[in-house]
């Protein structure tokens, strides 16, 4: 019998990547059905351990919250606040003030969090670091994808498939997964 689990997202994209690591395990993942509103806050954990916590007790089940925000050391704003500034920012203009201050570093913050009705918790937190480059890149590109670039690679992200860099996002994903299969033998 495998573990049935919620995974607060409507996303089938991230329902794909996170089933593709828990189904090691035997854990199955369900979507939540429901829209939960998502927190403002300074942390992406603060915003996943909210909403986990949130599913979990509603749901009486145990449930997982993934979060990632992207931190631009030339702006100084709090990742989290980055997708209203992507809405305010073309991607253009962020090219060009990245330029004129002459930092294109930043990161990309991943929070994970698992929750359990009772209310423990267990949370995987990490960072991806990344670069701007100076011109939009790839097909299509939306926001500020064709200038992001992760790690030291040289594309941007829309310039190669997102299966490429699954093994990336799904850190806390793996995570979480071998801490509840370590639940289940103890």
Do not use: C
């Amino acid at each position: 019998m495998s573990a049935s689990i919620y995974l607060a997202t409507r996303n089938p994209g991230k329902l794909m990547a996170a089933n593709s690591v828990f189904g090691k395990y035997g854990i199955t993942l369900r979507s939540v059905e429901k829209d939960y509103p998502e927190i403002q806050d300074e942390t992406s954990l603060a915003i996943a351990k909210f909403t986990a916590l949130q599913v979990a007790r509603d749901l009486n089940s145990p449930a997982i919250r993934e979060d990632h925000s992207l931190f631009i050391e030339a702006l100084g704003i709090p990742g989290p606040y980055t997708n209203y500034i992507e809405k305010k920012i073309a991607a253009p203009k962020l090219a060009e003030l990245i330029k004129l201050i002459g930092n294109n570093k930043g990161y990309f913050e991943v929070a994970t969090v698992y929750a359990e009705p009772d209310g423990k918790t267990f949370e995987s937190v990490f960072q991806v670091p990344m670069t701007f480059g100076e011109k939009i890149k790839g097909e299509n590109p939306k926001g500020w994808n064709g200038l992001i670039r992760l790690l030291d690679e040289k594309r941007a992200i829309t310039e190669y498939p997102e299966e490429e860099r699954l093994y990336i996002w799904n850190q806390g994903y793996e995570k979480i997964a071998e801490f509840i299969a370590l639940q289940k033998r103890l």
